[in-house]
């Protein structure tokens, strides 16, 4: 499956922004499907996933302030993001992987998400 990442931008803090993750020759049902971030100078973490239609999962940092859900009819799973902080300034990926592994096999590319304070 390969996978297309959109929806970066610039935002002041507190707005908001939403990414979608599209994917192509596979639908996204076949697979869990996580967002992730990395920053300037700062590895790569977790930020949210999806698997199925309701089995989610979020980092503590944006627990309350960004949501993950799939869209069917479009293929795509987004990440809404409210309360933007400054923190949140990052390239985001998405990614995939089999339900049975634990490892994402299949990336995007990122978007970059800035957020000026």
């Known amino acids: 499956v390969q996978l297309q990442a959109s929806g970066g931008g610039l935002v002041q803090a507190g707005g908001s922004l939403r990414l979608s993750c599209a994917a192509s020759?596979?639908?996204?049902?076949?697979?869990?499907v996580g967002w992730f971030r990395q920053a300037p100078g700062k590895g790569r973490e977790f930020v949210a996933s999806l698997r199925g239609s309701t089995g989610t999962a979020y980092a503590n940092s944006v627990k309350g302030r960004f949501a993950i859900f799939g869209d069917k009819a479009r293929n795509t799973v987004d990440l809404q993001m409210n309360s933007l902080k400054p923190d949140d300034t990052a390239v985001y990926y998405c990614?995939?992987?089999?339900?049975?592994?634990?490892?994402?096999?299949?990336w995007g590319q990122g978007t970059l998400v800035t957020v000026s304070s």
């Open positions: 990614a995939a992987r089999d339900p049975s592994s634990q490892d994402y096999r299949y």
């Open positions: 020759g596979r639908s996204f049902t076949n697979y869990a």
